[in-house]
């Protein structure tokens, strides 16, 4: 499995370096301190079993010893020797044989010889087996080297290695931080919102991305200043001769009533669309949401879009939880659902509402019997200036689906379309709840 995470793969490369560091540092003590230690004491021992084994061996200054003195002397210093049937020899059968010491004791003695090592109850003990003294084993406790001896080292290096594993996670998590920052802010533009300037920390290179963002996300705040602005110019400036074409086309004379009527249809259109245009490009206001009722939207647009030809079933949720955005806002896409509805439908439309098992989301669908659509051409239904294929018509600016695909998004909620099997379409809009 590929990992992708930036922090994960900086915590796995700096384990795996402090890993390589261990197994050196034990690699360089063994072969640098630990191996010409372990070849003098393999000297002086063979030196002192040659002393012991050897009767011809005199001290310096001609003082000598007689054989029994001097294994009593190498007595003293724990040094024994048994009898391969004796009991205490079964420590030699279970031991572990070295084979660098066996080597090294067997050129010493000038004869084969088996190194072995065990771990005693009081310490380790080394066992020595050779043709020099045949059925005999040589019993020497290390009484200088104690198990407990080992436990200090290991245990200070697994803390130290936590240490260095926690230390890193943390500088890791600091580096991080300011990306994750980053993150957000931009999952932020991406939903039209446009957060406030990043403070810029972390490494250099951290600092100019969070620059060059800052930069990025003042300059569409400009942009949609802008937008805004020129978007409300034109409106009026539209606005205004269409309303003194209308004014002029109402004072026409009665024998031209047939004109006025055409003039009066294509004035209001243009305006329909002027609207649909700002409502489509109108920002989102995350400080002015609020709890939303959708049984009462849903039953201000039943009321409002059916009639005597239009007939709008409901089917609302009792004591179901609020949705969490702009109420304007979300009559409007569920406006624009049922206008398409009835545009599309075959008379029979059906608004009906309810909530999620977590209670998350509180959702409104609405339901149609009219065509319904191809499979194919659902995915680009909320695509602006996009409408349906023949059989939902070709009326409309292209721009209500649209703009129930933004309002959606803004109040960060979702909408799915579906053909119906009983024939027709159905579309479902979900928000957060309060």
Known sequence: M??????TQSILIFFTLLIASQVYSYYAVFNYALMPSLQQFNRILGHEINLMLDDSVEFQE?????APSRRRVLEQLGVTIHSESSEIADEYYHAVTIDLMSEEMTQELGAPTDVRMMLGSESYIL????????GSLI????SELQEEDFAPLFRNSLIMALLIVAGGWLFIRLQNRPLIALEKAAKGVGRGEIPP????KGASEIRSVTRAFNQMSKGIQELEEDRALLMAGISHDLRTPLTRIRLATEMMSPEDSYLAEGIISDTEECNEIISQFMDYLKPVNTQSFE???LNDIAKDVATSEGGYEIQIETDLQDNMKPAFGTPIALKRAVSNLVVNAVRYGGGWIKISTGTTVDNKLAWICVEDNGPGIEQSQIAKLFEPFTRGDTARGSEGTGLGLAIVKRIVSQHHGSVVVNNRSEGGLKAQISFPTK
Do not use: G, H, M, Y
């Open 2 to 7: 590929r990992i992708r995470s930036s922090f």
């Open 62 to 66: 001609e003082l000598e010893l007689d």
């Open 127 to 134: 066992w020595i087996k050779t043709e020099s003294l045949p």
């Open 139 to 142: 019993r020497i406790p290390l």
């Open 197 to 200: 300037p990043l403070p810029e």
């Open 291 to 293: 709890a939303v009722d």
